[in-house]
Nanobody, 116 residues
Framework: QVHVVESGGGLVQSGGSLTLSCTAS??????????MAWYRQAPGKERELVAI???????NYGDAVMGRFTISRDTAKNTAYLHMTDLKPEDTAIYYC????????WGQGTQVTVSS
């Protein structure tokens, strides 16, 4: 059983920065064989892709966060990060981390609230 845990959410003012962390472990998980992704879901909206990093290190971002958010990983720590800058109230959402291979393993989510 793969276990995914996010941390680092909180309340931040508009224009501020925040870094989320995601640690995965257990079962068949290896960072070298799993892509790592961040999704978010705002109230009343569908879950959307924020950023994803392939096993080879290729990254892709959602249009809404392009140029403001950066996904990275530390393979030795089995940890992925989402560094968020120039945060806006519309970034307010629950942020979920996912470890992806044949199956997707989700974390429980961490709340990010951006005040105007």
């Amino acid at each position: 059983q793969v276990h995914v845990v996010e941390s680092g959410g909180g309340l931040v003012q508009s224009g501020g920065s925040l870094t989320l962390s995601c640690t995965a472990s257990g079962g068949p998980f290896k960072m070298s064989t799993h892509a790592m992704a961040w999704y978010r879901q705002a109230p009343g909206k569908e879950r959307e892709l924020v950023a994803i990093m392939s096993t080879g290190g290729t990254t892709n971002y959602g249009d809404a966060v392009m140029g403001r958010f950066t996904i990275s990983r530390d393979t030795a720590k089995n940890t992925a990060y989402l560094h968020m800058t120039d945060l806006k109230p519309e970034d307010t959402a629950i942020y979920y981390c996912a470890a992806v291979r044949i199956q997707t393993y989700w974390g429980q989510g961490t709340q990010v609230t951006v005040s105007s």
